[in-house]
């Protein structure tokens, strides 16, 4: 279970501080397929990478499964995000030199575990299911931007979180893509894991069975 606690995030700019949460409180139980929609520029993904620990919050507190990640040392934080939370970013972020397949195992490695078969059976089954196994030999470079997308969601499903946080993950991709990465989600929440979706597309959230908007 996810219970955020009058969370605080402001950016400096130029023109002085600009507050995008303020005292910003949310319980997400596990099960729960959360959908998250606002106009540009509200804090949405913002939100995401504070949950995912990697922005820190000026104030408030973040609880996953009781634990507050804002007390965590950034040691403590890395192995504990590995361990527990998928991020799916919009910024597409792969090693270059590595294969497809090599980047979607790459958070087995960083938890220290080894390349092996049951790895390598996971990230192929994973990218089955999104309908790129085909690509597992390929480079990042090689892929179209809807086809990385989709990389990155392998990628973040890899270590088997409980909590999977998605911003834009239907982005680049077509409407029966889209359908297809939705229904993953909801499978997920279904199983008991959390899912927390951000998106500008009403349409893919129709399926979530929470909603909320952003707009500070």
Known sequence: ???????????????????????????VKEGIFLG?????????STLLSLIAGLQKADSGEILIDGKNILALNDKDLCAFRNKN???ISQEQSFLENLT???NVRLPVYLGGGKA??????RALALLESLGIAHLANSF???????????????????????????DEATESVDSERTEQI??????????????????????ALKDCNQQIVIDY
């Open 1 to 27: 279970m996810i219970e955020i606690k009058k969370l605080t995030k402001e950016f400096a700019t130029p023109r002085g501080k600009i507050t995008v949460l303020k005292d910003f409180s949310l319980t």
């Open 182 to 203: 939705v229904a993953i989600f909801k499978k997920l929440a279904d199983q008991g894991k959390t899912v927390i979706f951000v998106s500008h597309d009403k349409s």
């Open 140 to 166: 990042p470079r090689e892929l179209s931007g809807g086809e990385n997308h989709r990389v990155l969601i392998a990628r973040a499903l890899m270590n088997d979180p409980q909590l999977i946080l998605a």
């Open 85 to 87: 939370i998928g991020f």
């Open 100 to 102: 497809v397949l090599d």
């Open 36 to 44: 998250v929609s606002g106009k540009s520029g509200a804090g949405k």
């Open 116 to 121: 092996g078969q049951a790895p390598s059976e």
